[in-house]
């Protein structure tokens, strides 16, 4: 209840500040904070989403949810001409995906040196953006993706793996070297992963308790061709981590899961093509039934293409694939150990959109999404997923208004 | 060392086309350097990877709207790049932390005043 109303008031604040904000459009640059180059920037995005036989993002069956806010203000400049301080503070609410509320997106000291004429090296530390894939850093800002959601086989919203993926508390080492139009850019990461919060834990391991010991590492390697206009990409997420069983007679034991990802991206004048294809490797051990080691390979991937037909429209063409198992593409052999439906194992989605950006500063977008199977839907949203026999095809329809400054 | 930083009116040489519209579009400082920037500098400076002039004196970059017709002729013309290129690496520095992009200013007035006033500034006009 309370929850609840928390929530229809947070709307209404909502409501009132794109008001304000619509009718005083000169509040519409970066705020200047008239110290060097120090500047604040924000942003408020509000989505809604209409689906038809599961929930995504809050009830959004029947009359649609408007569980679907991100708003984030943050603050950057420099200490040293080449040493950065940058915070930024995000909520975020999408439903039973995502009850973090207010949260520290990120607070990192960034120093970087020229290394001759052609290369940097840098290290920023502090809670850092975890560097994976090409949209991972950025990816709660509507602003950066394509249309309203990004590829849901990659960036897994719905499921509470994503807190881990976010940002974490650490260290990163990386380059840069260019030469005319090529560049190769390198990141490593060792940090403490956010795998307690949110769910995470309990995602990764299958029950409840807590996740310590080794930092994650993330490694990514990139080559660009003219500042991105082709670029090519792998990034890898290491995580091996000892689980502390915090149910009576279940044991403790450990959770490895590796995560590889290969990205290209085509930029020409109107048409962007973008594909990214992953395998996710987690093996469990110690706390399994029967002592026994679970491991288990899935596969994601999407293409997509994004045509700018104005200078402020873009529309977006997508397909993506997420199969929980490599082995058992179909999910009969799962189906019938779990009695789940065959499509609890995999999502194939086809995806329409549209974005707009109708003022300077504020962006309209949506997207259609015919999707067959239901193995990215959150089971927070979904209670009844593990239980009910639903249809494999269902649709999804989302909007997302945005102001930025 | 120092004269790389004499502070005078001067333009920064940029051998730059002559397109359609009779003007060319070039980069502005007053900040002088003892040899013109390469586009390779250029971009640098406009993606918001270099931070400091070769003096080691903090560098401030300004921009006009990405919109603005001259905005989308510098980025074509001079840095070789669409301008949703630009925005995409300044949104990515914005909203992770990595960078500080340009500062958006309204109009080339605006800009040429704020070029005069911040010092180590560089932004671009039309000629």
Redesign the interface.
């Known amino acids: 209840m309370y929850i609840q109303s928390s929530a229809l008031r947070c709307r209404e604040a909502l409501i009132g500040v794109f008001i304000v904000l619509f009718a005083y459009p000169q509040y519409t640059?970066?705020l200047?904070l008239g110290i060097?180059?120090w500047?604040a920037?924000g942003?408020v995005s509000q989505g809604y989403t209409l689906t038809s036989d599961y929930n995504f993002f809050g009830n959004s069956r029947g009359d649609g949810s408007l569980d679907f806010t991100e708003i984030?203000v943050?603050l950057?400049?420099?200490i040293q001409?080449?040493l950065?301080l940058?915070?930024?503070g995000l909520y975020r609410n999408t439903g039973g995906s995502d009850r973090e509320g207010f949260r520290l997106d990120?607070?990192?000291l960034?120093y970087?040196l020229s290394v001759g004429d052609r290369a940097?090296a840098g290290i920023?530390l502090g809670r850092?953006?975890n560097p994976f894939g090409l949209y991972n850093?950025?990816r709660?800002?509507v602003?950066?993706r394509p249309a309203v959601l990004l590829p849901q086989s990659v960036y897994f919203d719905s499921l509470a793996l994503r807190q881990a993926m976010i940002s974490s508390d650490g260290g990163i080492l990386y380059g840069?070297y260019?030469v005319?139009d090529h560049a190769l850019t390198t990141e490593f990461l060792i940090a403490e992963p956010q795998d307690n919060t949110g769910g995470a834990a309990e995602f990764l391991a299958g029950i409840p308790g807590k996740l310590e010991g080794r930092p994650m590492f993330i490694g990514r390697m990139g080559y660009e061709w003219?500042?991105?206009?082709f670029r090519l990409m792998f990034s890898a997420v290491d995580l091996d981590r000892d689980f502390k069983s915090s149910t009576p007679d279940v044991s403790s034991g450990n959770t490895k899961t590796f995560y590889p990802l290969a990205s290209a991206q085509l930029?020409l004048?109107a048409w962007s093509f973008t594909g990214e294809y992953g395998r996710i490797t987690t093996k469990r051990q110690g706390f399994t039934p029967g002592g026994a080691i679970l491991e288990n390979t899935s596969e994601s991937f999407y293409v997509q293409a994004q045509y700018?037909f104005k200078?402020?429209w873009s529309a977006l063409l997508r397909f993506e694939n997420f199969t929980a198992d490599v082995n058992d593409r179909g999910g009969r052999r799962n189906a019938e150990i779990t009695g789940l439906p065959k499509h609890n194992f995999y999502t194939r989605d086809v995806t329409v959109g549209l974005r707009w950006e109708f003022q300077?500063n504020w962006l309209m977008a949506t997207e259609y999404h015919t999707v067959w199977g239901t193995a990215l839907l959150s089971p927070v949203d979904n209670p009844d997923l593990m239980q009910r026999n639903g249809p494999e095809r269902w649709d999804l329809l989302t909007m997302m208004v945005s102001y930025r400054f | 060392m120092a004269a790389w930083s004499v502070i005078g009116t001067v333009l920064i040489p940029w051998p730059t086309p002559v397109y359609a519209t009779g003007t060319t579009v070039v980069p502005y400082s007053l900040n002088k350097q003892d040899t013109p920037f390469t586009r390779d500098e250029l971009r640098e400076i406009f993606f918001g990877r270099q931070t400091l002039w070769r003096d080691g004196s903090p560098l401030r970059v300004f921009v006009l709207p990405d919109q603005h017709p001259l905005h989308v002729r510098f980025s074509k013309e001079v840095l070789g790049v669409y301008p949703y290129q630009l925005r995409s690496a300044w949104d990515r520095m914005i909203y992770s932390g990595t960078g500080t992009p340009p500062a958006t200013v309204d109009s080339l007035k605006q800009m040429e005043t704020l070029i005069k006033e911040t010092p180590g500034a560089i932004g671009y006009i039309e000629k």
Not at chain 1, 226 to 229: A, D, F, S, W
């Open positions: 640059t970066a200047d060097d180059d500047q920037h942003f984030g943050n950057s400049g420099h001409p080449n950065l940058a915070a930024q990120f607070a990192n960034d970087h940097t920023r850092v953006k850093e950025a709660d800002v602003w950066t840069r260019g005319g003219q500042e991105g206009r930029n004048e700018r200078s402020n300077r």
